[in-house]
Nanobody
Framework: QVQLVESGGGLVQPGGSLRLSCVAS????????LGWFRQAPGKEREGVSC????????DYADSVKGRFTISRDNAESTVYLQMNSLKVEDTAVYYC???????????????????WGQGTQVTVSS
């Protein structure tokens, strides 16, 4: 059974930083893409970043490029999202999601993903 557990959300001032973690289990760690998404009240779920297990390649939404960094620790079955220079508009519930057996693609569309975590709230406010 696939399980994804996010943590690390919280309240931070504009310009601050947070690191989100997603601990994954129940699927093959040899071939997957794990993505981070976010959803603000009244808005659609938005792809933020994703990482491929096959070669470590990554992709980012334009809105977070240069500020967010995705990384993985295979030994710990964990994927991180380091968020720097946070803005008020980054406020949302952040979800991690995984699509198994995917090689050669880095999708930021939610419809590609099979399994989702429960989400963690990030609030950027002064």
């Amino acid at each position: 059974q696939v399980q994804l557990v996010e943590s690390g959300g919280g309240l931070v001032q504009p310009g601050g930083s947070l690191r989100l973690s997603c601990v994954a289990s129940g699927f093959s760690l040899d071939s997957y893409v794990l993505g981070w998404f976010r959803q603000a009240p009244g808005k659609e779920r938005e792809g933020v970043s994703c990482i491929s297990s096959s070669d470590g390649s990554t992709d980012y939404a334009d809105s977070v490029k240069g500020r967010f960094t995705i990384s993985r620790d295979n030994a710990e079955s964990t994927v991180y999202l380091q968020m720097n220079s946070l803005k008020v508009e980054d406020t949302a519930v952040y979800y991690c999601a995984v699509v198994e057996g995917l090689v050669g693609a880095l999708p930021l569309r939610a419809s590609w993903y099979d399994h989702w975590g429960q989400g963690t709230q990030v609030t950027v406010s002064s």
